[in-house]
């Protein structure tokens, strides 16, 4: 928690994808970042910004 009204979360994942398709395997690797927020007078946090990218080289 960065505040008593902003939060963040950093995930990460690594993994293989199927085409349905034709069945190919594609690996993937991902991260993101989840920036929280919510009301100074308490309540439900929800998110604010959302932010994802690849961590795999163009190939």
Same mark, same amino acid.
């Given at each position: 928690? #960065?505040?008593?009204? #902003?939060?963040?979360?950093?995930? =990460?994942?690594? /993994?293989?994808?199927? @085409? #349905?398709?034709?069945?190919?395997? @594609?690996?993937? /690797?991902?991260?993101?970042?989840?920036?929280? @927020?919510?009301?100074?007078? !308490? /309540?439900?946090?929800?998110? /604010?910004?959302?932010?994802?990218?690849?961590?795999?080289? =163009? !190939?």
């Amino acid at each position: 928690m #960065v505040s008593p009204t #902003v939060a963040y979360a950093r995930t =990460r994942s690594m /993994g293989t994808t199927t @085409v #349905v398709a034709n069945d190919a395997q @594609v690996s993937e /690797g991902n991260q993101e970042l989840f920036v929280l @927020v919510r009301p100074e007078n !308490g /309540g439900d946090w929800k998110i /604010g910004r959302y932010i994802f990218s690849t961590t795999q080289p =163009r !190939g």
